[in-house]
């Protein structure tokens, strides 16, 4: 399960954030330096960080909520690294784990952000998990959380952690209560905690893909094995599911739009493509053949990527078999297939704007590289992993001019540990990367 846990953290506290600004990026350039806190007062100061009114407070920590006119943390800072290429680290305080990425779409434009969590060790011996949202295109901190321990020289006995699909979405994970707040960031109004904890460790696990909605009241959806669940309650962690006999097995959510595919218990494999409307209008945008084990939704179109599944896995378990990118109108039909790919490949998570898609792919033998998709004519771009480092649990998001996403450590004693973060130019698309096709 992609969650950090107290036990990795405590092992790896000895190693500062400087110790992970040395890294060469994918292309061989130089990296660049990021921001941290201009002073270090203000992560002390408790008019900085009120205490969440929650109905139950938690048992493990208390939870804290960062006030925007108190952050200050420095602004990301990019640096040249090559052709199309900038990079910045976004470490701060002892140790920086945990990057999710993705975008909010604002009518006809995205903004994409940026999720990550740093561990702060204090004198009297305890230790702080703060996580903040920032906004790429400026590199501003727009937003923070944190768990603060009950007592001292401890750490607090929960998780602020999230999933894949989402950044603007996390999970507060009470260990002592065994129950989790999904909290959603909304640009104009704030976060909005679904309460009372919700103690079904399926939603919490990676049982159920987990993606939202940018909407008033915002909502939160929980794809899971024979149905689709919806938390759509102002403030309440309520959750239906949807009549279905099929199992749901991916989903996205952007642009005023929420899809996700399912897939028959019994019968022939076929995926079918599915747009929310309302609790009482579910359409089907499309079906495709084979299993649809990623998706993402932009402006004018939604994306996807599917194939066969191999053999004895269900649920998008492997690497896919003869696996395909496609397109799809946001109101249904206009299917567009890509030629199928020169092997198995694994992709669970996309994001698109206008032409481009980008997503990680994990290959049959374990590989792991990003793609980056131009949508007219088919044509991948790979960034693969760079030697000492990992793409393993790397997220990535495009917009109008960048793709996005983060690389870490894969060394004895810091891996799980950020390195950085990279942008690359799509007008320089054909000079990105390794063509893949």
Known sequence: MRVSTWAVLAAALSLLASSCSNAPPPDGGTGGSG???EEADWIEDPSVWPEVALREPPEGFRLQQGLSSGLRFKPLKWEGCGGGCESTSVSEFDLTTEVGMSALGIGL?????VTVVHTLQREDGSSNLVRRLVRLKDGETVAALRLVPVASNQAPDGLLTLRPETATTLMVR???RKGTIFASFDPTKGWEFKQPWDTDDLRFSTWCKVFDLESSPSMVFFACDQALQVMDGAGSSSTFSLATSNLAIAGAGNHGLAVWSETPIVGPLVSMIQAWVSKDDVRLLGQINGEVCGLGVGADRVVGFRGAPATGSLSCGKPLLSPQFFTLS?????????PALDRAYQAEVLSTWED???TRLKADDGSVG???????????????TPAGRSLKTSSVVVDETYIYFNVDFDEPGKV????RVYRYRL?????LGDPMN
């Not at 799980?416 to 390195?419: A, N």
């Not at 007008?427 to 000079?431: G, L, T, V, Y």
């Open 174 to 176: 009470d260990n002592p």
């Open 330 to 338: 946001r109101t249904g039909g206009d299917l567009r297939q890509s």
């Open 416 to 419: 799980g540990i950020v390195d």
């Open 370 to 384: 990003i793609a980056l998709v131009r949508l007219s004519d088919w044509k991948i771009r790979m960034f693969p």
């Open 35 to 37: 921001g941290g806190s």
């Open 109 to 113: 434009a995205t903004h994409p952000y």
């Open 356 to 358: 481009f898609a980008a």
């Open 427 to 431: 007008d320089q698309f054909d000079n």
